[in-house]
């Protein structure tokens, strides 16, 4: 799994929450479908805006931050945003009280611990 870092540095205040909000929601139109993408987090701080996003494979991810992604996300906010692309081996979701590796399930090892 590949985890991509975008962030869009933005001038002045922290933006206002229903306004992102708003914008994220619509903004999912583009990113419903794009290939591989399995999870998309939208993110807004004092610093600006950016996203995390969680692709199936490195091809998937490079395959949409292409040459022109910038261009265009230059387009739509007015600045460059920074990518950072991870692989991902290993997640704890404590939501559901699992560990993951490279995508399967494996006994969390607090449960093993006596």
């Known amino acids: 799994m590949i985890i991509a870092l975008v962030q869009i540095p933005l001038d002045g205040p922290k933006r206002d929450h229903d306004l992102v909000t708003r914008q994220s929601v619509e903004a999912t139109k583009i990113f419903h479908d794009v290939k591989g993408l399995k999870r998309k987090y939208f993110l807004n701080s004092d610093a600006g805006g950016g996203g995390i ?48 590796v490279d995508g399967n399930p494996i006994a969390p090892p607090w449960r093993s611990e006596s």
């Open 53 to 100: 996003y969680e692709f199936a494979t490195l091809e998937d991810a490079k395959a949409w931050f292409d040459d022109d992604w910038s261009d265009w996300m230059k387009g739509r906010f007015g600045v460059r945003p920074t990518l950072m692309l991870f692989d991902n081996p290993v997640i704890l979701d404590n939501e559901k009280d699992e560990v993951r």
